[in-house]
C-alpha cells in the first residue's frame, strides 16, 4: 500500500510537467500468495503475471490491511487502516466489515480517496469490477472522485429473486446497466461468464482513449471471478488443472498480459506504474478455492494466510 502512495506522491509532485505516470492497480479478489507461479505454485498457470514479476519487482511480504474485501479496499483507497478510515470490525466474524446488499452505509465522506487527489493534478480516473465500499449512490465510484464507472457496488452474489433482494445491479457510470444473473449471465452450475472478457475490453478502451487525449490515467481494474462463486470465460472454461477456481485465475493471468501488451503497442510502457495483489487471502474455508502457499489459514483470519498477498510491481525503466 504504502509503494502505490508514493508514485501517487510522485504524481503530485511532478504535476507542472508533462511526464505524469499513468497509474494501473490490478486488484484481484481472494486470489492466494500462492497462487501465483513465481511464488511457487506447483500448475505453473500464471506465465504472464510471472514475467511481470521477472520485469518488474516481486513483494513476497507485501501485507493487505485487513483479511477481508470492504476494509482492505477501503485502505488501499484512502492510504490508511481500518481502524482510522471505518472499514473495520467489532466482532469475532467481521461480518460488519464489510458492505453487503443488505447494508445501508459506505466508505465515510470524510475521508479523500486517491482518485479525489489524482483528480486535482488532471488525472482521469476509472474504476472496472467490484467497488465494495457503499452500494447507494452517494457512496458509489462517482461520487468519490472517479470519472468512469463500469461494474458492481457489490460483489457477484446470488441469483436472488424475491423483491426483497433484487440481484446485484452493474453500472456503466451514473446508470444501471443492468444485473448479475438477469443480464450479465453467471452460469453456477458450469461457472461459465463472459464478464471477465468485458472488463477487459472496458479497461483496453479506458487506456486507449486517455492516450489519445494525453491525459494522464488512473485504472482501478478490480475483477471479481476468484471470488466464490468462481467464474471464467468459454475461452478458459476446464483449461486449468486446477478446476473451475484455476481457470478464473488463467483467465485473470491472460487479462493482465494483455493489458500489459496494450501499454507496449501504445508505447506508453514507460510512463505507467502497474502494480498486480489481491485483497486478502484466499479462501481457504471454500476448500476448492485459492492457495496461500506455506501460510497459515487464510481469508477471514489475520494469519499470514489471510494478510500476506501476492504483489508485483512494473514500471520498465523505473522499476
Known amino acids: 500500500m504504502c509503494w502505490i502512495w508514493s508514485v501517487v506522491t510522485c504524481a503530485l509532485f511532478v504535476q507542472a510537467q508533462s511526464t505524469q505516470p499513468n497509474i494501473i492497480l490490478m486488484l484481484m479478489d481472494d486470489m492466494g500468495w500462492g497462487d501465483i507461479g513465481v511464488n511457487g505454485n506447483w500448475a505453473k498457470e500464471t506465465p504472464n503475471i510471472d514475467k511481470m514479476a521477472a520485469e518488474g519487482l516481486l513483494f513476497t511480504d507485501f501485507y493487505s490491511a485487513a483479511p477481508i474485501c470492504s476494509p482492505a479496499r477501503a485502505s488501499l483507497m484512502t492510504g490508511r487502516l481500518p481502524i482510522r478510515n471505518g472499514f473495520y470490525s467489532s466482532n469475532s466474524h467481521i461480518k460488519n466489515a464489510y ?61 436472488y429473486n424475491d423483491v426483497n433482494k433484487p440481484n446485484i445491479p452493474v453500472y456503466k457510470n451514473d446508470k444501471m446497466v443492468g444485473r448479475y444473473y438477469t443480464n450479465f449471465t453467471i452460469n453456477k452450475g458450469t461457472g461459465q461468464s463472459e ?40 475461452q478458459f472454461y476446464k483449461k486449468s488443472i486446477r478446476g ?70 512494473w514500471w520498465p525503466g523505473t522499476i
Not at 126 to 146: M, T
Not at 245 to 274: H, P, R, S
Not at 293 to 312: D, I, N, Q, S, W
Open 195 to 234: 464478464i471477465s472478457q468485458i472488463f477487459l475490453r472496458e479497461g483496453l478502451e479506458f487506456i486507449e482513449a486517455q492516450h489519445s487525449a494525453d491525459t494522464p490515467f488512473f485504472l482501478y481494474w478490480t475483477p471479481d471471478a476468484t471470488h466464490d462463486p468462481y467464474y471464467a470465460s468459454s
Open 244 to 313: 473451475r477456481y484455476g481457470d478464473a485465475v488463467m483467465e485473470m493471468d491472460y487479462a493482465v498480459g494483455v493489458i500489459l501488451q496494450k501499454l507496449k503497442d501504445l508505447e506508453i510502457q514507460n510512463n505507467t506504474f502497474v502494480f498486480f495483489t489481491s485483497d486478502n487471502g484466499a479462501a481457504t474455508y471454500r476448500k476448492t478455492g485459492g492457495n496461500n502457499g506455506p501460510f497459515l489459514c487464510g481469508k477471514l483470519t489475520t494469519y499470514e494466510g489471510g494478510m500476506r498477498e501476492p504483489a508485483v510491481a
Open 99 to 159: 458492505t453487503p446488499q443488505n447494508n445501508i452505509g459506505g466508505i465515510n465522506e470524510t475521508e479523500i480517496l486517491l482518485p479525489e487527489l489524482l483528480k486535482e493534478v488532471g488525472y482521469k480516473s476509472k474504476i472496472i469490477g467490484k467497488w465494495h465500499l457503499g452500494h447507494q449512490v452517494q457512496y458509489l465510484p462517482l461520487s468519490r472522485g472517479f470519472d468512469e464507472f463500469f461494474g458492481s457496488g457489490n460483489c457477484h452474489f446470488g441469483p
